[in-house]
């Protein structure tokens, strides 16, 4: 009995690697992502690009407890659906709220699984969740985000500033990221995962590449052996 226990807590997280999980955003910001999508995806594979079955979850609190919404395409305009989420003994199960007859899973992950793979009825339609609608990568537009830079452009960059904690994100071609950062006046970097939608430096995870470099801000990340953060 303990050993199931540990496994369904450890499936009850595994949505948070997923890109489809938009852990930290409200729904304003969830309206504007996917409006933002619909026009991308029509800009890249045209006017009669099949979004139906397109999704994306985020969590939400209410009167009714712990929620997620389901952002959903249907052609092109999105509907949303609400998962319940709901503490039952030692385990946590998730059903579609508004289908009376809908099975209950022991996880949002099961859930989409299930979903990806047997159709549900929606406006009398079957329909099976499809592709991820990505979070937006909001980081692009700051000032220590570069795309392409090279360790020596950085390495020059960070020269010039002569502070030690002046860093930047550099993103090779391969869509692989590094911070680069002074310390003690030399220049070093160090790698920064990916695992699903987390970005990852170390043993640490974080949801998104922003609050990576906020929580870096206010805390040391490489210390010298003499004690220069």
Sequence with gaps: KQAH???????????????????????TAGNFY??????????????DVQLCGDF????????????????????????????TLDMRGDFLVSFIEEY??????DSLYTLVRHYQRVPFSVEKSPLILKRPIEEPRNF????????????????RRLRDHKVNGAFLVREQPDN??????????????????????????????FEGLTQLIEYYKKRPLYVTKNNQE
């Design 5 to 27: 226990h540990s496994h369904n807590r450890k499936l009850s997280g595994l949505h948070l690697a997923e890109p489809w999980y938009w852990g930290g955003v409200d729904g």
């Design 34 to 47: 996917v409006s933002e999508y619909v026009k991308r995806m029509i800009n890249q594979l045209g006017p």
């Design 56 to 83: 994306a979850i985020r969590p939400r609190t209410s009167a009714l407890g712990n929620t997620c919404s389901c952002f959903l395409m249907l052609r092109t305009r999105p509907r949303r659906s609400r998962f």
């Design 100 to 105: 009376s007859n809908a099975p209950i899973f």
């Design 140 to 155: 692009a537009k700051e000032s220590w985000f570069h795309y392409g830079a090279t360790f020596e452009d950085s390495e």
């Design 176 to 205: 692989k990221f590094r911070l680069v950062f002074r310390c003690a006046g030399a220049v070093r970097s160090c790698k920064i995962g990916q695992d699903g939608r987390l970005w990852v430096i170390g043993k640490s995870q």
